[in-house]
């Protein structure tokens, strides 16, 4: 979807921090180097255990995007965007959850 049903001042940061897969590449690397510590792997609760922990090491460098209050506005748009003839408001989709 593209940004263009936020604010015009927000779009351009909003297209360039949201198409961009660099945050979820960096936190993968993070948890990678995480579980490189791992010599032998005993289940797959361990590795769940160790995937999680590498991700909350990551969780140190995010930092906040600039259009984070418009976040909600953008959750409300993505269903209206995917499927236009049967979209719920988001208020319906997080009730169901």
Same mark, same amino acid.
């Given at each position: 979807?593209r940004c263009h049903r936020l604010p015009s001042r927000r779009r351009r940061s909003a297209g360039k921090t949201l198409t961009t897969s660099n945050?979820?590449?960096?936190?993968?690397?993070?948890?990678? !180097?995480?579980? +490189?510590?791992?010599?032998?792997?005993?289940?797959?609760?361990?590795?769940?255990?160790?995937?999680?922990?590498?991700?909350?090491?990551?969780? +140190?460098? !995010?930092? +906040?995007?600039?259009?984070?209050?418009?976040?909600?506005?953008?959750?409300?748009?993505?269903?209206?965007?995917?499927?236009?003839?049967?979209?719920?408001?988001?208020?319906?989709?997080?009730?169901?959850?």
């Amino acid at each position: 979807m593209r940004c263009h049903r936020l604010p015009s001042r927000r779009r351009r940061s909003a297209g360039k921090t949201l198409t961009t897969s660099n945050p979820v590449e960096s936190m993968i690397s993070i948890a990678r !180097f995480t579980n +490189r510590n791992v010599a032998r792997w005993r289940d797959g609760q361990m590795v769940l255990r160790w995937t999680a922990a590498g991700m909350l090491n990551a969780e +140190r460098s !995010f930092r +906040r995007i600039k259009v984070y209050k418009q976040m909600p506005q953008l959750v409300d748009a993505l269903p209206r965007h995917a499927h236009p003839n049967t979209a719920q408001s988001a208020e319906t989709v997080r009730a169901a959850a």
